[in-house]
């Protein structure tokens, strides 16, 4: 008996794939091909174009090329040095007194007593929807040394007013509150939603050991939530580092350049001066130190998930 044979449906996937894998090309290229002419036109080109730019010098309006000489210029630089300090000084107080209260303000918002716990954490959360101009005015406002709410209710508990704005030492302080009221709800709804992915049952088989309520949280909370506090931490630097909003307005990087940071430098250098060159050197710079600071943070918090992990293996293996 003679077997039919069947011939290959035009609708099947092998004919399919091999008539039309052309067209199909044409078709992803016309979605594809907008997004990446935006991405060529305005960040591809413009990052490329600023990376030669800060190895060039304005000469009569000419861009010639120096080399390195920008870099150099850099190196020698106080005002520069001075941005530096400054945003080490904000990384080293003002980023872990930040990330700490964010962790307090998770742990309180995880609680099974806490009621309303959808309006608090709006609550918290609100400050960081705000537009940035609008709530540095605002506190520049309170802040102020004559007739700011700030100095008044400090009045009332017979304190002298205090020129948070015009001293060194203040501004940096106004700083750093400013940008804590801000940004420490965000973390801490990042780091609850970390909390939330911890069982229950570890808290309980810590209760049934005897463990209190620190020995719980430095045992189980804070190693779980290690990959979020570096998240956070990562963030927190590239802001801070990125930061130009808040001190622009609040003091305009004075007094003293007390509260200059490089992005505000490198826009002074670039709006004020007219130095194109020499602000797209500081810009990479800045560049070069957030790579830096993500690296070490990375190998830093990476080295101690390893440590902890091994140390569970070990317990397993027990």
Request: charged content about 15%.
């Amino acid at each position: 008996m003679a077997t039919a044979t069947t011939a290959p449906h035009r609708g099947s996937a092998r004919f399919v794939t091999g008539r039309t894998r052309p067209r199909l090309r044409v078709v992803h290229w016309a979605f594809a091909g907008p997004a990446a002419a935006l991405f060529i036109v305005f960040f591809a080109y413009p990052l490329g174009a600023s990376l030669y730019q800060s190895f060039t010098t304005d000469d009569g309006g000419t861009q010639t090329w120096a080399g390195l000489a920008q870099y150099r210029r850099m190196l020698h630089d106080p005002v520069f040095w001075k941005s530096l300090y400054n945003t080490g000084l904000l990384l080293i107080f003002q980023v872990p007194l930040m990330i700490g209260i964010a962790l307090v303000l998770a742990c309180v918002l995880n609680q099974s007593w806490l009621r309303f716990k959808g309006t608090w954490r709006i609550a918290f959360f609100l400050p960081s929807v705000t537009m940035l101009v609008a709530y540095a005015v605002v506190f520049r406002v309170l802040l102020k040394t004559d007739g700011g709410m700030v100095n008044q209710a400090l009045g009332w508990f017979g304190v002298s007013p205090v020129d948070w704005l015009n001293n060194p030492v203040w501004a940096r302080v106004s700083l750093i509150g400013t940008i804590t009221w801000r940004w420490t709800g965000y973390n801490a709804v990042i780091l609850l939603a970390g909390l939330q992915s911890i069982h229950r049952e570890q808290y309980e088989a810590a209760a049934i050991d005897g463990a209190g309520a620190v020995t719980t949280f430095r045992k189980i909370v804070v190693p779980q939530l290690r990959p979020v506090i570096l998240f956070c931490s990562i963030t927190s630097t590239i802001g801070t580092l990125q930061l130009f909003d808040e001190n622009f307005v609040l003091t305009k990087g004075g007094p003293d350049n007390a509260t200059m940071t490089p992005v505000l430098y490198l826009y002074k250098v670039g709006f004020d001066q007219m130095d194109f060159s020499y602000a797209s050197a500081i810009a990479w710079a800045v560049v070069l130190i957030i790579g830096v600071l993500s690296v070490i943070q990375f190998r830093f918090f990476g080295q101690s998930d390893k440590a902890a992990s091994t140390a569970r293996s070990e317990r397993r293996r027990r």
